[in-house]
């Protein structure tokens, strides 16, 4: 069994109790505008371009056969993306990775591999394995292969997904999953719809299927300036919270650029309007202020 993933994180603190492995799986239903992961929403590789590295060698612009490389004034290589259709040709002859290729097929064996390198990392930790992506679901056999190697090794699992799934993908890797970080985007379904490509219809009622079905949730909520972040969408947080007595807990993400290089790198610079801003810390204290006083359980 093989499936694509884009990357392997070993010592993530961030993605569920203790230290963990995180394995990013490529593609997902959904395209956030705020997305973080812009390289994981399709499924086919993608080329990541760092012109620092570069050594103006003209390796990649020889092979190249769309013609989408050429040397510039500096001496650098420059990449019309427009022209790329990802074929890879170039990140395998670029020795300095200025030219890399991310998402690549991996064995369930070779990711399981990396995962059990830590596993006294987890036993000492309480950690585990977390699926995240992309979508982990959206390659449901792949995402349950996974998971199953994971448990026949007594590890901890963890699956932090946008809900966006057919209830039978679920239900078949519930017994499978002590903790599902469950995505929390927006309230209002026509809003949810314009911000994400997909309506929140389909999302709420798995949270609320797989709540019943007595499966560990941790509701998480990204946070984003000129989107969601406003106060109906808080009191929509605060109403689907009350609504699941034995959810684990929210957890607000409020908006950051950290990834800002890494969007330049993949050509997704464009993606987020540079007007909006993270918000400061006293805002974020008002929005756990908020949900804190209506009973919200905050992580
Ligand atoms: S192969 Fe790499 S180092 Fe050489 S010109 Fe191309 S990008 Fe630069
Ligand atoms: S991935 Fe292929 S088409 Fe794209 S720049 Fe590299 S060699 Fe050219």
């Known amino acids: ?14 993605d569920g109790p203790g230290i963990r492995t995180t394995v990013f799986l490529k593609g997902c239903p959904l395209h956030c505008k705020w997305c973080h992961n812009p390289e994981s929403i ?29 040397r510039t004034s500096s001496g650098k290589a420059i990449l019309g993306r427009q022209y790329c259709d990802a074929c890879g040709a170039c990140a395998g002859v670029c020795d300095t990775k200025a030219l890399e290729m991310v998402g690549r097929d991996a064995a369930v064996e070779e990711v399981m591999a990396v995962v059990l390198r830590d596993r ?33 090794e007594g590890l901890h699992t963890v699956v932090e997904t946008s809900g966006f799934a057919e209830w039978a993908v679920l239900e078949s890797i519930l017994p499978l999953v002590d903790l599902f970080l469950y995505d929390y985007k927006e309230t209002d379904a026509h ?64 908006y950051h650029r950290l990834g800002r290089a890494k969007l ?23 929005w756990n202020d908020y949900l804190t006083r209506q009973g919200v359980n905050l992580r």
């Open 1 to 14: 069994m093989t499936g694509r993933i884009f990357d392997i994180q070993r010592f993530c603190i961030d």
């Open 191 to 254: 809003l949810h719809q314009a911000f994400t490509g997909q309506s929140n219809e389909l999302i709420l009622e798995n949270l609320r299927k797989l709540h019943a079905a007595g499966a560990r949730i941790l509701l998480r909520c990204p946070m984003i300036p000129e989107f969601n972040a406003r106060k109906e969408h808080l009191d929509g947080i605060a109403r689907t919270a009350a609504s699941l007595p034995r959810l684990a807990g929210v957890e607000l993400l409020p």
């Open 42 to 70: 399709s499924p086919a590789p993608h080329l990541s371009f760092l012109q620092e590295k570069c050594i103006g060698c003209d390796a990649c612009i020889d092979v190249c056969p769309k013609g989408a490389l050429a």
């Open 264 to 286: 330049q790198r993949l050509g997704f610079l464009a993606r987020m309007p540079e007007s909006v801003k993270p918000p400061d810390e006293h805002t974020v204290r008002g």
């Open 120 to 152: 006294e990392y987890y036993q000492a930790s309480t950690g585990g394995m977390t699926l995240s992506g992309g979508e982990p679901l959206y390659q449901p056999a792949f995402a349950k292969a996974l998971l199953v190697a994971a448990k026949a």
